[in-house]
């Protein structure tokens, strides 16, 4: 009879053109690696180099960054796929090594290390819906990055055309009245007031492209069937981000775990009989900023959430510490909506979700 091949973790460090892979089994012994160049011929090495171990799982750093290109080759290949979060392949480093010097090669061991040692790590799998969101939601992003530049660039330079220069919020239609009344007599105010007409045609043009891609997403949101939309301050870039981001929802326990996942959670630092938290700056940045967005959007107007700010304020809390509290309390029912999409989608239990009410 022949002997049973055992499952191994193929550990990864993955760059833009090459990666470098160690071999590992279940008592951590490495039986194989090497670096391999990212064209096709250097794919199909890397794969035949791993032939021998048909039971095997990949774990690669980085398969939201770096390592998506290679993930999702592999992913298209049938091959079984880990994340691993480039902290946790960090520690490993350290204490593998005693220091936290980098190699391609450490890098990779440090990696095979978590895959074979770790349980719970996100499995990468393939959603054709959500690939669409995300090129989509990050290029909406790209959009409004793009926005952001050339508006100040325009009040840049209507500040040297204008006493004062132009409002804080200002449209790109309002910016073409402003330089309708701005008559320069000299070369250098001239060239100021061609150049901001340009930025002002750039901006019209990127409005255009921003409510193509708005409306684009909106429906692609919509078809998902997440409720997330039905959320105050929450559009369909939040949503989309949200979707995307967070992925198998199951990962997360309960909404604690959630909450720091999402940077919302307050860290203890507490000492002795000194009691005190301080403010996380981890979690995903991206799901963090748009909660901020949230956030600031419901204290525009009279909602539940400026209610409970204002009921924070009131306690004695400054206006950050009450932001930070409220942005916590909109993670919790961030996490209660795609709860009750996750169970409804599942028919594990019964449908719908909870109340919203902070």
């Known amino acids: 009879m022949d002997e049973q091949v055992p499952r191994v973790v193929i550990g990864m460090d993955p760059h833009k053109r090459s990666v470098t892979i160690e071999v590992m089994l279940a008592d951590e012994s490495v039986v194989g690696g090497g670096r391999f160049d990212t064209t096709v011929e250097g794919y199909q090495a890397m794969l035949a180099s791993v032939a021998a171990w048909p039971q095997r799982v990949w774990a690669i750093e980085g398969c939201e960054g770096i390592g998506r290109h290679i993930a999702h080759r592999l992913l298209a290949d049938g091959q079984d796929i880990v994340d691993v979060p480039a902290k946790l392949s960090a520690r490993a480093r350290v204490f593998a090594t005693g220091q936290g010097r980098k190699t391609d090669a450490t890098d990779a061991h440090s990696v095979a290390l978590v895959g074979t040692r770790m349980a719970g790590l996100r499995p990468v799998v ?6 669409v969101l995300q090129l989509l939601v990050d290029r909406r992003r790209s959009i409004g990055d793009e926005h952001t530049r050339k508006i100040s ?7 040297e055309l204008l006493p004062g220069g132009a409002k804080r919020y200002l449209s ?16 250098v105010g ?3 007031k061609r150049v901001a007409a340009e930025l002002v045609s750039d901006l019209e043009r990127i409005y255009a492209r921003k409510k193509a891609a708005d ?12 409720s997330l939309l039905g959320l105050h301050g929450v559009g369909p870039s939040g ?6 981001e967070v992925g198998d929802l199951s990962r997360f326990p309960d909404r604690n775990h959630f909450a720091s996942w999402t940077g919302t959670a307050p860290i203890d630092a507490s000492s002795g009989d000194h009691v005190r938290h301080r403010l996380s700056r981890g979690g995903n940045r991206q799901i ?16 539940e959430g400026r209610a409970y700010f204002d009921r924070k304020k009131a306690d004695g809390k400054t206006s950050m510490e009450a932001m930070r ?6 993670s919790d029912i961030v996490y209660r909506t795609m709860l009750g999409d996750f169970v409804a989608a599942t028919a594990t239990g019964p449908g719908g979700h909870p109340g919203q009410r902070l």
Not at 126 to 131: C, K
Not at 288 to 303: D, E, G
């Open 153 to 159: 660039q325009l009040h840049r330079i209507l500040l």
């Open 172 to 187: 790109a239609a309002q910016a073409r009245v402003l330089l309708a009344g701005v008559r320069p007599r000299d070369a």
């Open 190 to 192: 001239k060239t100021r």
């Open 325 to 330: 509290c409220l942005k916590r309390r909109l």
């Open 126 to 131: 393939s959603d054709e819906q959500l690939e």
């Open 239 to 244: 949503a989309a981000r949200l979707l995307v």
């Open 215 to 226: 409306k684009e997403l909106q429906e692609l949101v919509a078809a998902t069937g997440t």
């Open 288 to 303: 963090n900023r748009m909660l901020h967005i949230m956030a600031t959007v419901q204290l525009r107007t009279p909602t």
